[in-house]
């Protein structure tokens, strides 16, 4: 791993995060809308037997779930369920994660839900292209700047 700043990571992620607020989106396409209404009308005690049995077999579950803990981000059993949909790789779940995460610091917020994740991204949500391009800019001298994050240092945005 390149050396560098503790200072240099926030600031760069911080300039990320930006990218990330501004980057261009696109309308959910019919497959993800119909499982984005499906995922919305579900009752707590049915969502979560489904994502207990995902859980136990998903590794973008299990990332979710691991890295979401790590950073101390609360997010909704229905938001979880979202983001997996949401994400084509491990890089890009783990992208969602810290920008959820760096928008609760932003508005001092407690848990995302699927309802806040809606205000967020009301139009849409950012290409596999436009995604593939926030994942460049998170890296610097080789490294993923949100591995060397250290989130809980981050106190404003």
């Known amino acids: 791993m390149a050396e560098c700043n503790k200072d240099e990571v926030t600031k760069l992620t911080i300039d990320w995060y930006n990218a990330f607020k501004s980057t261009p989106v696109i ?5 993800q ?3 984005f209404i499906k995922l919305y009308m579900l009752g707590d005690e049915e969502r979560l037997n489904i994502w ?3 859980l136990e077999k998903d590794f973008l579950c299990k990332l979710c779930h691991k ?20 994400s084509r790789s491990p890089g890009e779940l783990v992208m969602w994660l810290y920008f959820l995460k760096l928008h609760t610091i932003e508005h001092n917020g407690g848990e995302i839900t699927f309802e806040d ?3 967020i ?7 596999a292209e436009n995604m593939s391009i926030l994942w460049d800019k998170q890296k ?3 490294d993923n700047l949100l591995d060397l994050l250290q989130v809980d240092k981050v106190t404003s945005i």
Not at 27 to 31: G, H, P, Q, T
Not at 121 to 127: D, M, N, W
């Open 67 to 86: 890295r979401a803990e790590s950073i101390n981000l609360n997010l909704s059993g229905h938001m979880k369920m979202w983001l997996i949909m949401l």
């Open 27 to 31: 309308v959910m396409d019919d497959f």
């Open 117 to 119: 994740f809606m205000l």
């Open 140 to 142: 610097h001298n080789g």
């Open 33 to 35: 809308m119909g499982m």
């Open 52 to 54: 207990e049995g995902m």
């Open 121 to 127: 991204f009301p139009l849409g949500y950012p290409s």
